[in-house]
């Protein structure tokens, strides 16, 4: 179940999103959020008002807590933008994302668990067929096609992506990072097969919680047992670091490639590319650093 990453989401507009409006793209990330989960399982009217303080009462601790160390840590990069840049560098600061990936999910875990038990078969149904859908839209955009076809079409996202930070992306820089994605050990079929894996865990488990604790009605504010958060935290978990020995492997070699690959491209930026990324970052701080100020 993708419900997982309900209240995600404003970490992740905060994170190294490329939006020129970043103060109004957070300020709107509740709202949005609100209507995201709904769209996924159809919320009742007895459930809307619930999710909608929930969702608030998230950004609220994001803005107070999440907001501060971000906007430190973007200094740092912005410090850090004119240097070249290691794998190993790169990989830290993975893992720095991925603990703030963690920190949110951990201060969303009560909401999602209470919202677990109170899900009903029809909406469940309904999640999985969201997620059929977007499966569809993974499988034409990653797995369909050739192989020259997908490899063009990352080269054209990632380029994207790296123009939105860079301010541009020379034929010799892309022709590099076609290379590097040449050589990727990622693989579409396994990713793709990966991704429906951890919706059926999410779903399972919340019918197994269901199961274990019984639903509750919709609106019920009372806790949920420790024992569904640690479930649905469990779920989180099995995705960042499978059990499975060919699984940790392919991960570690997918990271540590990618983290190869942002490396060489950045180091092969010029002195005027680096110092677009310092002004990119730095604009991105202020602006967070203008949210955290009281309205």
């Not at 809307?48 to 929930?54: A, E, H």
């Not at 994207?160 to 990622?186: C, I, M, N, T």
Request: one cysteine or more; hydrophobic letters at 40%; charged letters at 25%.
């Amino acid at each position: 179940m993708r419900a997982g990453r309900w209240l995600l989401t404003g970490a992740v507009v905060v994170g190294l999103m490329a939006c020129s409006a970043l103060q109004v793209a957070y300020r709107q990330a509740p709202n949005l959020s609100y209507w995201w989960i709904n769209g996924q399982v159809g919320l009742s009217d007895a459930q809307s008002p619930l999710v909608r303080q929930d969702v608030d009462a998230f950004f609220a601790w994001h803005r107070q807590q999440g907001l501060p160390e971000l906007t430190s840590q973007l200094r740092r990069w912005q410090a850090q933008a004119r240097n070249d840049w290691s794998a190993d560098q790169v990989c830290r600061e993975v893992e720095w994302l991925r603990g703030r990936g963690l920190q949110a999910l951990d201060q969303v875990l009560p909401a999602l668990a209470r919202m677990s038990l109170q899900l009903q078969p029809a909406q469940l149904q309904r999640l999985e067929r969201k997620q059929a859908d977007s499966n569809r839209d993974f499988r034409q955009d990653f797995v369909d096609g050739n192989t020259q076809a997908r490899t063009d079409k990352r080269v054209e996202r990632t380029s994207k992506r790296l123009k939105q930070f860079y301010g541009s992306v020379s034929p010799e820089q892309e022709a590099l990072l076609r290379q590097w994605l040449d050589r990727s050990p990622w693989d579409a079929q396994r990713a793709f097969a990966e991704r429906q894996r951890r919706q059926q865990d999410m779903r399972d488990t919340i019918r197994l919680v269901q199961a274990s604790h019984g639903n509750r009605p919709a609106g019920d504010t009372a806790a949920a047992p420790m024992a569904v958060q640690t479930a649905l935290r469990a779920v989180a978990e099995r995705a960042l670091n499978p059990s499975a020995p060919d699984a940790k492997a392919y991960n570690e070699a997918f990271l540590r490639h990618s983290c190869a690959q942002l490396a060489a491209v950045h180091n092969s930026m010029s002195p005027n590319q680096r110092q677009e990324l310092a002004r990119t970052l730095g604009r991105y701080a202020d602006e967070l650093t203008s949210i955290m100020r009281p309205d």
